[in-house]
């Protein structure tokens, strides 16, 4: 029996912004990946990739957009903001770049995000009590997942229909929030004819299309397929920190119900790490640091949301919670990014065990509050003290900086592949 492993899954193994945008651009120019394709999340994702002498932003386009071999697509799992669409386009100077709308297919069965779906999301955020909160991105992600759950969700094929039939289901979506939400403001018209130029810019573009058919047929023809998670494996909504979580699957099984691909396709997964610990709004996060270790990490990290603006909570990595992701998920390989940050600490945690009501854990708390009451186990490294951005090879790296590798990669039972050392896509060590 044979199977013909074309595609690879790349996923944030912590709570987000790990750096997936780099290791993704690695990917593409040096394993031939001729797809690259997004399979949940929508705009409140933030992608940074460094390359040919700029900085792009991502947050809904596939990361492989800026290379001009790479084909990309929006699955039927991504929720589309298509203001945010095109002006992302425009803001990376995708539509400077000639035939670029021939790399591209948004899923004629993802859902589409309305403006009233952001309202909803703030109105939601604000009838919450402060320690309730969840940290949304306000982008309108999670009503919009509701909406598809509750039925009356509107999908890019509704659009790209008659559009009297689009205008109707969008009116009764708005009448349904405004019962629930009477303060809501929409002005129905308007954004109604800022659909109806989306709906011909996509239309006269080609840019929607089955973007199952298109993978499948993709992997047939033995073409290399990168999936690229949005958010990380602890914001899942089945297995993060519930309910401090995203609203869709942001876990290796997302990547097969987000783009219709067979669990039997994935041969890699590639677990997306920082060499410490980060997280954007509220929840736990037991390793967190209030100290000047704290301020140094998001100080020398740049740790500053790339969708919301919001300084980042930091802290020491986990691996804890990073060996239940890896459970989860079953990662062939780790990108441990962002090490050259701890260059300078003189002495560096991590984070092996949990006790609750001084009970030992074998695996992280399932109810909320219990989150309060962990005591966590730290096991102690001595700090390396030496830059590690010029290094390309790991047997350079300081003796004290490999034995910290050494211990996560243990920990995890993962081989550590990739290791950040800097913000360019040049600064990258490959173990073969």
């Known amino acids: 029996m044979t199977s013909n492993k074309t595609v690879s899954v790349l996923l944030g193994a912590q709570w987000g912004d790990e750096g997936k945008g780099k290791i993704i651009d690695y990917l593409i120019e040096n394993h031939k990946i001729n797809v690259t394709a997004r399979c949940q999340g929508g705009n409140n994702a933030g992608h940074t990739v460094v390359a040919n002498g700029r900085k792009y932003d991502f947050h809904i386009l596939p990361s492989g957009i800026i290379s001009p071999t790479c084909f990309n697509v929006i699955g039927n799992g991504v929720v589309v903001n298509l203001d945010a669409f095109f002006s992302e386009l425009a803001h990376n100077g995708i539509l400077d770049e000639s035939g670029w709308e021939k790399r591209i297919m948004i899923s004629s069965e993802a859902h589409l995000v309305f403006g009233v779906h952001s309202q909803v999301d703030g109105r939601q955020e604000d009838s919450l009590a402060a320690k309730n909160k969840i940290g949304t991105t306000n982008r309108g992600i999670g009503p919009t997942y509701s909406s598809k759950c509750f039925r009356n969700g509107i999908r890019v094929a509704d659009l790209m229909a008659d559009f009297e039939e689009f205008s109707e289901k969008y009116r009764r979506l708005v009448d349904h929030y405004k019962k629930q939400f009477p303060s809501i403001e929409v002005n129905v018209d308007e954004e109604l004819g800022r659909f109806k130029i989306h709906r011909q810019k996509l239309a006269d573009l080609k840019l929607v299309g089955d973007t199952v058919g298109f993978i499948h047929e993709q ?23 519930y309910p401090y979580v995203t609203s869709s699957n942001s876990t290796v099984g997302g990547a097969c119900t987000g783009l219709g691909v067979p669990p039997t396709a994935i041969g890699n997964v590639i677990g997306v790490v920082k060499a410490y610990q980060t997280r954007v709004g509220t929840g736990p996060f037991p390793t967190e640091l209030f100290d000047s270790d704290g301020e140094k990490l ?114 995890i039972k993962v081989p550590i592949v990739y290791i950040g050392v800097g913000a360019e896509r040049e600064s990258l060590i490959v173990r073969q």
Not at 220 to 233: D, H
Not at 389 to 405: A, F, M, N, S
Request: net charge neutral; aromatic share 10%; proline share 4%.
């Open 298 to 411: 998001q100080s020398i990290g740049k740790e500053v949301g790339v969708t919301t603006g919001r300084k980042r909570r930091c802290g020491w990595i986990d691996l804890f919670l990073l060996r239940r992701s890896a459970v989860i998920n079953g990662y062939t390989a780790i990108a441990l990014t962002k090490l050259d940050i701890l260059d300078t600490f003189p002495t560096i945690k991590v984070a092996v065990g949990y006790k609750h009501n001084g009970v030992v854990l074998s695996s992280p708390p399932a109810q909320a509050n219990a989150w309060g009451a962990i005591e966590v186990e730290y096991k102690e490294f001595p700090g390396w003290m030496e830059p590690t951005v010029g290094v390309r090879k790991y047997e350079d790296l300081p003796q004290k900086c490999r034995e910290y590798i050494g211990f996560i990669e243990d920990f």
């Open 219 to 241: 992997r047939s023809a033995g073409k290399q397929v990168l999936i690229e998670g949005a958010n990380g494996a602890l914001l899942d909504i089945d297995f993060g920190t």
